[in-house]
């Protein structure tokens, strides 16, 4: 019988992208792991004492220490030579990875430890209430960039966090989605094959900071990789080496209008803006060659 | 084996003897010699640990905090700056009960930057949960690592262990040393072993979110815990004696305390000026002592009380000041009076700041103004300048 490795009952959300992304994550890895976990809603939701929903070895130490503690634990299965037998994952979400945490990934991925690092991306710090992070999009309405008379939301775009990882020249550096949970599997399992550090950035919709219907989570992800605006991309030693193809280019309206954190930019008075989100989608499409022609 | 070393290469070498798995450290001055020191032993070979380099002292810790959680001992070391960067880590460590020793280099803090010695690093972490102990002599610092692992490890205490040792004065003095065999230090020290860790055969989760309902209790274990450290480090360096032929370690010193009329505590290596100064004055005849603090965290409330309700006058020497308030130290030891039927006449005094020599003249100061006014928090050797 399947027995999940991140248990039901924990107190995620409705539609929670994280959730979904990470019980992937963790059934793929198996029971020979120990997962160390930023601060932030996955710890808070499966952890609450005296409940856990792991049924693997878990770590919580702080908001920021992911990479320093995993480099630990991947030091200390090396010094009891059982690093061929048990795989560490250390995992944050997008604040936890690109903003407080990247100095301890990017040591834990220039010294060239054994182990995955996993980002959830949901775009914004939700744990604590919608504050925007560095991997919130450009425009994008939160609760510290609020849209306002003198503003459209967050100025600046997303940081380019993947070829920030695979400029460290480490063996595998992929994004991912929940919307597309083959794909996503595929490149756990890919990455877990393969000899010191990977890095996995995987894009989770989060129904209550995107103001979606909580039913609508895969279709949002789909959407965000469909339009352009999130590609899904995999390198190799810093060099490119495959990219999830687009049959058609879908207009960025498409995924903007479903969810309440872009509303604005839906209006006839933010054309220019619009102009703006859609530039950044051409922008990956071109970049990558994500147009299949 | 006696050799004449420097405080950090004989920090090295006791910390190698004592086996740890994981080293992680970040450069700091003064630090800097001791863990260059086990970089060379493992270069050489003569030490089987994984040595990590991290990009911080936040991360040091962290990194430790991982290797312990996955059943390997530790150690890192550190200093002022590094200490405060860590502070948050030292806080999840205990909070975790996890039994990481580490060594501060006690050094000033900026601003201004200043690489000399004072205590205001570690005594600014006080609260975190860790047991301090503060080093008078090299030999001291050493023989406080060994007993650092073993109690800290013990499973009545699954505590963080500091050892403070004054940055230049013992890391790089000199002195001979015995060093011990490590027969006598693996018969002392037992391997290393943690009953809740990361093993994929047992899961558990650590660093669980606690709420109101359970987090005060977390708190009120390691305060219980704390207490039961005052009986087990007398029992420790009992332990130390017996096995090493060597008495160190332990709550509190007393030097001269019998019939002391006056008397200065303190902690760390002014203490051995502290002591020659006594014997100085002693000479003349007046009655003056030392109650030398080894244990600053658990605070031995009942023993200092002990060794210093017959004295009338009392002068806490420190080389730390809570801004705004008084010196640390000075606080604690007044308020163990309070409510007691003792009176004596307590005084506070700031010596040695960022480095600023200790003399004996400074000693024998200090112990002319205790008969004069009762004073709080008075700075000795202070220069007649403005700074603004």
């Given at each position: 019988?399947?027995?999940?490795?991140?248990?039901?009952?924990?107190?995620?959300?409705?539609?929670?992208?994280?959730?979904?992304?990470?019980?992937?994550?963790?059934?793929?890895?198996?029971?020979?792991?120990?997962?160390?976990?930023?601060?932030?809603?996955?710890?808070?939701?499966s952890t609450g004492y005296p409940d856990s929903s792991w049924e693997v070895p878990f770590i919580h130490s702080l908001f920021e220490n992911a990479g320093a503690v995993a480099s630990g634990v991947e030091s200390a299965l090396k010094y009891l030579k059982k690093e061929d037998q048990i795989n560490v994952i250390a995992q944050a979400g997008d604040g936890g990875t690109a903003d407080i945490g990247l100095q301890a990934l990017s040591g834990m991925w220039e010294r060239g430890h054994n182990v995955l690092s996993i980002c959830y991306d949901n775009e914004a710090y939700m744990n604590t209430g919608i504050q925007r992070s560095g991997l919130t999009p450009l425009d994008t309405n939160t609760t510290t960039s609020p849209v306002g008379k003198f503003s459209s939301g967050n100025i600046r775009p997303k940081k380019n966090m993947i070829e920030i990882a695979s400029a460290h020249g480490i063996s595998y550096v992929a994004s991912a989605t929940v919307g597309f949970p083959r794909d996503l599997q595929r490149k756990i399992k890919k990455?877990?094959?393969?000899?010191?550090?990977?890095?996995?950035?995987?894009?989770?919709?989060?129904?209550?900071?995107?103001?979606?219907?909580?039913?609508?989570?895969?279709?949002?992800?789909?959407?965000?990789?469909?339009?352009?605006?999130?590609?899904?991309?995999?390198f190799e030693?810093?060099?490119?080496?495959?990219?999830?193809?687009?049959?058609?280019?879908?207009?960025?309206?498409?995924?903007l209008k479903l969810?309440?954190?872009?509303?604005?930019?839906?209006?006839?008075?933010?054309?220019?803006?619009?102009?703006?989100?859609?530039?950044?989608?051409d922008g990956n499409i071109e970049r990558y060659g994500l147009l299949v022609k | 084996m006696k050799e004449y070393l420097e405080g950090s290469q004989a920090i090295a070498k006791v910390v190698a003897l004592c086996r740890p798995g994981v080293i992680s450290a970040y450069p700091i001055t003064p630090q800097t010699h001791i863990v260059e020191g086990l970089a060379q032993l493992v270069a050489d070979g003569e030490l089987k640990v994984e040595f990590v380099n991290v990009e911080s002292e936040h991360s040091a810790a962290s990194c430790?905090?991982?290797?312990?959680?996955?059943?390997?001992?530790?150690?890192?070391?550190?200093?002022?700056?590094?200490?405060?960067?860590m502070a948050e880590v030292i806080f999840n460590i205990a909070g975790l009960r996890l039994p990481l020793v580490l060594t501060c280099a006690n050094r000033a803090v900026s601003a201004p930057i200043n690489i000399w010695n004072d205590h205001q690093d570690s005594v600014t972490v006080r609260d975190s949960g860790w047991i301090q102990f503060y080093a008078e002599s090299i030999q001291e610092a050493a023989d406080l690592h060994i007993q650092g692992y073993r109690l800290s490890e013990d499973k009545r205490v699954l505590l963080p262990v500091m050892i403070n040792i004054d940055g230049y004065i013992l890391t790089h003095g000199y002195e001979v040393v015995d060093i011990p065999a490590q027969e006598l230090v693996d018969k002392f020290l037992p391997p290393y072993q943690l009953e809740r860790k990361l093993d994929p055969t047992h899961p558990l989760t650590l660093g669980v979110l606690a709420?109101?309902?359970?987090?005060?209790?977390?708190?009120?274990?390691?305060?219980?815990?704390?207490?039961?450290?005052?009986?087990?480090?007398?029992?420790?360096?009992?332990?130390?004696?017996?096995?090493?032929g060597r008495n160190t370690g332990g709550l509190i010193e007393k030097y001269c305390l019998e019939d002391a009329q006056r008397v200065i505590v303190a902690m760390g290596s002014v203490c051995g000026t502290i002591k020659e100064t006594i014997d100085e004055i002693r000479e003349k005849g007046e009655k003056v002592g030392l109650l030398k603090i080894i244990t600053y965290r658990p605070l031995p409330q009942e023993e200092i009380y002990q060794a210093l309700k017959k004295v009338k006058e009392i002068a806490v020497l420190e080389k730390a000041i809570s801004l705004g308030g008084f010196g640390p130290l000075y606080t604690e030891i007044k308020s163990l009076f309070q409510g007691k039927g003792e009176n004596p006449k307590i005084s506070g005094f700031i010596v040695g700041l960022g480095g600023r020599d200790i003399t004996k003249n400074s000693i024998k100061t200090v112990f002319d103004k205790l008969s004069g006014k009762q004073t709080d928090c008075e700075f000795i050797d202070l220069?007649?300048?403005?700074?603004?």
């Open positions: 019988m399947y027995k999940p490795l991140l248990s039901p009952g924990h107190t995620a959300c409705g539609g929670c992208g994280q959730a979904l992304a990470a019980r992937l994550v963790v059934d793929i890895a198996g029971p020979n792991v120990i997962v160390v976990n930023n601060t932030g809603c996955l710890e808070v939701f990455a877990l094959s393969l000899k010191g550090p990977k890095f996995l950035h995987i894009h989770c919709p989060c129904p209550l900071g995107w103001r979606h219907e909580p039913n609508l989570t895969l279709e949002v992800a789909k959407l965000a990789v469909e339009t352009g605006l999130f590609p899904l991309v995999e030693f810093g060099k490119l080496i495959n990219v999830y193809k687009l049959k058609e280019h879908k207009p960025v309206e498409e995924y969810q309440g954190r872009f509303k604005h930019l839906l209006s006839p008075e933010a054309k220019a803006e619009l102009a703006r989100v859609q530039e950044i989608a | 430790c905090l991982g290797a312990l959680a996955t059943g390997v001992r530790a150690y890192t070391s550190t200093s002022s700056q590094g200490l405060l960067l709420g109101p309902d359970y987090y005060m209790e977390t708190r009120f274990a390691i305060e219980k815990t704390m207490e039961d450290v005052l009986s087990i480090i007398p029992e420790i360096s009992n332990e130390f004696h017996r096995t090493f220069k007649n300048v403005e700074i603004r």
